[in-house]
């Protein structure tokens, strides 16, 4: 079974609402996943480098990786195969503030 949590109401609006450590945990996991599944694909990319959330001991252990992860993009690229590389993020609420955070560790072309 499925739970939206985001549609639990009552009178008064939303019950439930994500901070920004959704926002942090859900674009490392994006990206340590874009790793696996372009690997999947014959790519060994800088994001294979990068462990899912839950496994960093803290916030900064994770964004020191993900610099890491930005250095070697800036130094190697990645694949032209897998380029340009496009990741949209929308909202301006603490969760898309946070993925942002986490993407501007890397070398990104804001549009």
Do not use: W
Request: aromatic share 8%; glycine share 10%; net charge positive.
């Amino acid at each position: 079974r499925l739970l939206d949590y985001e549609r639990i109401v009552n009178r008064e609006g939303r019950m439930v609402k994500f901070g920004p450590y959704a926002g942090f945990g859900g674009m490392i996991d994006t990206l340590h996943s874009l790793g696996l599944a372009l690997l999947t694909r014959g790519y060994a990319t800088p994001f294979l480098h990068l462990s899912l959330s839950k496994e960093y001991s803290s916030l900064e252990v994770a964004r020191a990786d993900m610099r890491e992860v930005g250095e070697q993009i800036r130094k190697r690229g990645l694949p032209k195969e897998v380029c340009p590389l496009t990741i949209a993020v929308t909202g301006s609420g603490s969760v898309s503030n946070a993925a942002q955070q986490i993407l501007h560790h890397l070398p990104c072309k804001y549009v």
